[in-house]
């Protein structure tokens, strides 16, 4: 079964992080090169595991691929060309600004728009110069842009030089200034993105209420940047091949109803719906297999298994609760469990007779709308609202940045204001105060602030102190989040992620993150594993199977402490079913 029928010269792969965008993007590019077409398969991923993948050498060149004629890779590594990036930007003022300057330079140059927008500033050498890639009949990109990204690059302001001056501190504009030279690179990239007849955009999602939900938000952001050529993926749908398994029945039930629920800005676009398959998608007989229903034939399990696992979060739970107070952070990249996991610690604290405030930024809310009831008299629920945050952090910065600026330069400020990095920063001070509650109570935060910005905010209070010597004016919150984040005895920071390749690979740089920041996480949590559920369906065996090498790398190498959690057969949500993940006994026989 082809992933996409009749497709466009060039193809752009997104997702959210562990969706398969990858694979999808593999899969595709050998499904054409066999076809006698000559494909360039280009991956911009930081921690690109092409050469896995397709089980070869790949380098920042294209290169043949092993066993496919006509395919050729590349990896674009912009975590390289954001360092020699911010370098460019930096070096001119090395001693000229003072040290902790300097510092908080580098550090607004280190966040995940900087790293977007070097990353653009790469393919778009491909994709702006058509001449340079003539010779190959498909483009197929593993990463796309961004909605926000475009928005910049789409800004006329945007090329005047207008943030060399700009003393915001967001960190989003900073980069953009030293792309100027490329402009006319950019804007044919951009013009290319929105040709329908040349470019097809593919959504990748799974088949879970809140990756479509993903899905849908990115659908309708790049429609109205004019890019209207889309299509869906949805990767991972399952259906149960054995009556028996009590697991394998409720995950297709889930499967279909999140596929009922689909949200209407993607339901109408032309849809693949690929199997759940058994095996890793690495190599290239594997990606062969993508899109077929029955794989199961010549599998049969290892009989590996990891006896000694910690399931659920009840060990973790007691130990936080030896102190009686504090602050307890679930960290991690959407969609792997953090609310889940914040949630069910919260309602086990106030189950053992603690004061409890758990504080979220969950959009939906309806995990804390069913935890606020009289059954739970120890628990406050207090939701940080991202928008309100967000629109009082940017009127703030509008009234005082902006004040003085041009008609041009405020449509600029206000673009920059409208990036993931300013939300980041609204909901940090939020946090702040947050986080102060938690001398005589516990406080449970669920989306808690990244390593880049906990150092942002360290960098800025240096410079502050520094330059201005006026930090007796910084609210004393603030001003005590960092020790008190760092304070090992007073914050516990769990990293949550899924026992699959990117979750837990993205999870490992999270927690390189924090230590940069002084911050050393308390535990892991894998969630949604199969590990501690005896399933007899043939694929999840399979998967089971596969689970095994990211919990061993997690639980030998990253951590000292690892809380399993099962998959579920209901959504986790509701009180009763929150205690399930720190009940005494193993969950999975409920």
């Known amino acids: 079964m082809p992933l996409l029928e009749d497709p466009t010269r060039i193809l752009f792969f997104t997702g959210k992080g562990g969706v398969g965008k990858t694979s999808m993007a593999c899969s595709t590019a050998v ?6 077409l000559r494909v360039l398969l280009v991956s911009t991923d930081p921690a690109s595991n092409l050469h896995d993948v397709l089980a070869t050498k790949i380098t920042n060149e294209p290169t043949p691929v092993n066993g496919v004629p006509n395919l050729y890779a590349m990896n674009i590594d912009p975590a390289e060309a954001a360092r020699e990036y911010r370098e460019r930007m930096v070096e001119p003022y090395r001693g000229i600004l003072p040290d902790a300057a300097v510092a908080s330079m580098e550090e607004q140059f280190s966040g995940s728009c900087t790293l977007e927008i070097a990353a653009f500033d790469e393919f778009s050498r491909l994709l702006g110069d058509a001449s340079s890639t003539s010779e190959f009949d498909h483009l197929i990109f593993d990463t796309a842009p961004t909605g926000h990204t475009l928005r910049l690059l789409t800004l006329p302001s945007a090329w005047s030089g207008f943030m060399e001056t700009s003393t915001t501190g967001t960190s989003c504009l900073g980069p953009l200034a030293g792309l100027q030279a490329q402009q006319k690179v950019y804007q044919q990239s951009v013009a290319a993105l929105s040709d329908a007849a040349t470019t097809t955009l593919v959504l990748v999602a799974r088949p879970e209420v809140t990756a479509l939900s993903e899905a ?69 007989e594997a990606l062969k297999q993508v899109g077929q229903s029955d794989v199961l034939s010549d599998l049969c399990p290892s009989g590996e298994s990891l006896p000694d696992l910690s399931v659920g979060l009840s060990a973790l739970v007691d130990e936080i609760a030896e102190s009686g107070h504090g602050v307890v952070m679930t960290m991690g990249k959407g969609g792997v469990g953090k609310t889940t996991v914040a949630a069910s610690i919260a309602v086990a604290l106030a189950d053992r007779g603690h004061q409890v405030l758990l504080s979220t930024t969950d959009p939906a809310a309806h995990l804390a709308t069913t ?12 939701r940080i609202d991202p ?7 940017t009127a703030e910065v509008m009234s ?32 702040a105060r947050t986080v102060a509650n938690g001398n005589d109570r516990f406080v449970v935060l669920d989306t808690a602030p990244t390593g880049h910005t906990i150092l942002l905010l360290d960098s800025a209070l240096a410079y502050h102190r520094e330059v201005s010597r006026q930090s007796s004016q910084m609210p004393e919150y603030v001003e005590q989040l960092l ?36 911050i050393e996480p308390f535990a892991w949590a894998i969630n949604q594993s199969l590990q501690p559920l005896a399933v007899t369906d043939p694929v999840l065996i399979q998967r089971k199977q596969r689970e095994i090498p990211f919990v061993r790398e997690v639980s030998d190498e990253l951590s000292q402490r690892l809380a399993v959690l099962s998959w579920q057969k209901e959504p986790p949500s509701g009180v009763q079913n929150l205690r399930r993940f720190t009940s005494e006994f193993d969950s999975a026989t409920r």
Do not use: W
């Open 483 to 518: 020790p008190r984040l760092r304070d090992p005895e007073f914050a516990r920071i769990l990293i949550v992620t899924l026992p699959e390749a990117t979750p837990v690979h993205e999870a490992t740089q999270l927690q390189e993150d924090l230590r940069r920041a002084g």
């Open 387 to 393: 928008i309100q945050e967000t629109r009082e952090y």
């Open 371 to 382: 935890m606020a009831t009289d059954s739970l008299p120890n628990l406050k629920v207090a």
């Open 216 to 284: 849908a938000r990115t659908s309708q952001e790049l429609r109205r940047l004019g890019v209207q050529n889309q299509r869906l993926i949805v990767n991972g749908v399952f259906s149960a091949h054995s009556d028996n398994d009590e697991f394998a029945t409720a995950m297709e039930s889930r499967c279909k109803q999140a596929l009922e629920s689909m949200p209407e800005e993607i339901a109408s676009l032309p849809r693949t719906a690929v199997p759940l398959i058994p095996i890793g998608l690495m190599g290239v």
């Open 400 to 431: 005082t940045a902006g004040a003085e600026l041009d008609e041009q330069g405020r449509a600029l400020l206000e673009e920059d204001l409208r990036s993931p990095c300013t939300e980041e920063i609204a909901v940090f001070r939020a946090f």
């Open 31 to 36: 499904q054409l090169a066999e076809q006698g």
